[in-house]
């Protein structure tokens, strides 16, 4: 069996605009969380969200591509650029072949299927898009990278709700460690921010309420999560390919698993017996025990039961050792990037590998006794990090959990 490295790192996020900016950020707990500019929310009971802030395609992909791509696409596509340059990966015809594409998104080109819904509405089909389709598909950011850059091997998404981006990096770790193919461009995407996405967490009483020091995951004051926006790809290798062509190795992917709680179609169980089975098969998938993680990137949306059901989820796969994993819900930064979020997790867990690193759960304001670990409140945190784990729980009652390790011959 192949072992599978990570090379390379793409990032477009509410924090920054690359891998590195966004790594610098999120280590220095700076929010990107802010009051809503993507529409009128003056009348609306939610007032924030965590956009990607300056941020124009045209300045990375042609006009027409522009035009023709939705804005999860977009950022998807430059991500992947991003991390292709990163890893020092040249595509051509000999090599293209064995090459994947796995991109997910929970819902895809949510900007889009309003726009020409109300198109529709109002002036009937022929003013439709003839792009419309295209840039409303949630596998159509996998299909305009592998479009872009002549990928001729293996190019879909997985949808899984908040966990498509991991579930999606967990079959690339699958594919690559069968010897389907040598290298894979695995991430999400997500571009959900509108009156509509923001109104549906709202009407099931999952989003905040407040307008400032908020989403506090873990904390007793939490009281909803916050929308978010953004791309992550990584580069994963077999190992024999990325030494084959001299890659630097960042870390290594080394386990993945998956469960469904089939319990109800958005609320956790409380005691969180599924995802802490998704934990245990990531475990025994690496062949590691508690004792060998060191960290932890909480999935940690800041809604109440979520918190509490994580929490009970890793008491309970992990023993005695979770009270001693510094553990981080980045989305207090980032805001929840749906079906992207698991995916610029992911890459934080190498980032932390490899600058001995926990980054904070920032606006951690009151100790909660249904969460009683260590959350690394509000500062980031040096420690030696040589495993890390990164949990992604998503509506439907879907669990993925990753395992990146610092790599080692």
């Known amino acids: ?59 990375v992909l042609d006009r027409r591509t522009v035009r023709r791509q939705d804005r999860f696409e977009w950022m998807a596509n430059v991500a992947a650029i991003e991390a292709l340059q990163h890893s020092g990966l ?13 991109i997910s998104s929970g819902v895809g080109g949510l900007d889009t299927i309003i726009e020409q819904v109300l198109v529709h509405n109002e002036y009937g089909p022929r003013r439709l898009s003839p792009f419309a389709i295209p840039r409303i598909m949630s596998n159509g950011a996998a299909g305009t990278i592998s479009i872009a850059h002549g990928i001729h091997g293996p190019a879909f998404a997985v949808v899984s709700a908040c966990a498509s981006a991991s579930d999606g990096i967990g079959m690339a770790l699958q594919l690559l460690r069968a010897g389907v193919v040598d290298t894979i ?40 999560l916050v929308m978010g926006e953004g791309a992550a790809i990584l580069v994963l290798e077999t190992l024999e390919h990325a030494r084959a062509r001299g890659a630097e190795i960042l870390a290594e992917l080394v386990g993945y698993g998956s469960s469904s709680d089939a319990y109800h179609i958005t609320a956790p169980i409380e005691d969180g017996h599924g995802s802490a089975l998704a934990i245990r098969r990531a475990l025994e998938d690496a062949q590691l025990t508690p004792e060998d993680i060191d960290y932890i990137n909480a999935h940690g949306t800041g809604t109440p039961l979520n918190d509490a059901a994580e929490t009970q989820a890793v008491k309970s796969s992990l023993g005695e050792r979770a009270y001693k994993i510094p553990i981080s819900s980045t989305k207090s930064m980032t805001g929840h990037m749906m079906g ?52 992604a729980f998503g509506f439907g009652g879907h669990n993925s959990v990753l395992i990146f390790r610092e790599f080692t011959d």
């Open 1 to 59: 069996m192949n072992r599978v490295v990570v090379t390379g790192l793409g990032v477009v996020s509410p924090v920054g605009l690359s891998a590195e900016e966004t790594w610098k950020a999120i280590v220095e707990g700076q929010t990107g969380v802010a009051p809503v500019t993507r529409f009128d929310a003056s009348d609306r009971p939610y007032k924030v969200a965590a956009e990607v802030k300056n941020f124009d395609p045209s300045t």
């Open 90 to 102: 040249t595509i051509t015809e000999e090599n293209s072949r064995r090459i994947g594409v796995i």
């Open 185 to 224: 461009l695995a991430g999400g995407s997500e571009a959900g921010i509108s009156d509509f996405g923001l109104g549906c967490f709202y009407r099931i009483g999952a989003y905040t309420s407040r307008a400032e020091n908020t989403p506090s995951p873990f904390s007793a004051d939490r009281d909803g």
């Open 340 to 391: 992207a979020t698991a995916a610029l997790e992911a890459v934080f867990c190498v980032q932390a590998i490899r600058d001995n690193i926990a980054p904070p759960t920032i606006n951690y304001h009151e100790v909660d006794e249904a969460c009683d670990l260590d959350y690394v409140p509000n500062e980031a945190r040096e420690l030696p990090i040589r495993v890390a784990m990164s949990n």
